[in-house]
T-cell receptor
Framework: EAQVTQNPRYLITVTGKKLTVTCSQNMNHEYMSWYRQDPGLGLRQIYYSMNVEVTDKGDVPEGYKVSRKEKRNFPLILESPSPNQTSLYFC??????????????FGNGTRLTVT | GENVEQHPSTLSVQEGDSAVIKCTYSDSASNYFPWYKQELGKGPQLIIDIRSNVGEKKDQRIAVTLNKTAKHFSLHITETQPEDSAVYFCAARKEWGNNRLAFGKGNQVVVIP
């Protein structure tokens, strides 16, 4: 089954404790992206990657890091989480350069709480 | 960059009635406009999309219309059912750019049985 898998689904942590949210896709997609969803603010892009070893900032990259060492994986790293990073996070992927026949596929989300 | 606004933020409809969500965009170069549906506890999922070379597209009970001159596009859901209750996001982008979509803030649709 074609899917984007995020782990964990729920995560509660404390300020300053480094964490990684993993994302993996099995569709051989070149493009991968991370979004955060907050009430009243919709989906905001954090980082995206056009291919292996190619990453770029989205609209709200502060406080986050990403890496793309393999095509299928795109982990989101919070080196020193803060309470304002409490949010619902989504990973997504699609074929690069294609829109009409290749929708953005989303994972089921990771709900992060930073206390 | 592209700015997409979505109205209304919440919409309640009686089962069987129609629902319409409207989005406006700012970049006249945008030419791809998808709609995503997000059910509770899940990620958004594409339900319909339209390119700027057409004015309307239908898929069973859902349709999207595009007015390039006014820079707005709308999602129409007819004969609404309880399973249509969800958050709906519109988005826009240039088709052959860097795949970056600009999303609206989302619209909560509640279908009342």
């Amino acid at each position: 089954e074609a899917q984007v898998t995020q782990n964990p689904r729920y995560l509660i942590t404390v300020t300053g404790k480094k964490l990684t949210v993993t994302c993996s896709q099995n569709m051989n997609h070149e493009y991968m992206s991370w979004y955060r969803q907050d009430p009243g603010l919709g989906l905001r892009q954090i980082y995206y990657s056009m291919n292996v070893e190619v990453t770029d900032k989205g609209d709200v990259p502060e406080g986050y890091k990403v890496s793309r060492k393999e095509k299928r994986n795109f982990p989101l790293i919070l080196e020193s989480p803060s309470p304002n990073q409490t949010s619902l996070y989504f990973c997504a992927s699609t074929r690069r350069g294609s829109s009409y026949n290749s929708p953005l596929h989303f994972g089921n989300g990771t709900r992060l709480t930073v206390t | 960059g592209e700015n997409v606004e979505q109205h209304p933020s919440t919409l309640s409809v009686q089962e069987g009635d129609s629902a319409v969500i409207k989005c406006t965009y700012s970049d006249s170069a945008s030419n791809y406009f998808p709609w995503y549906k997000q059910e509770l506890g899940k990620g958004p999922q594409l339900i319909i999309d339209i390119r700027s070379n057409v004015g309307e597209k239908k898929d069973q009970r859902i349709a999207v219309t595009l007015n390039k001159t006014a820079k707005h596009f709308s999602l129409h859901i007819t004969e609404t059912q309880p399973e249509d209750s969800a958050v709906y996001f519109c988005a826009a982008r240039k088709e052959w750019g860097n795949n970056r979509l600009a999303f609206g803030k989302g619209n909560q649709v509640v279908v009342i049985p």
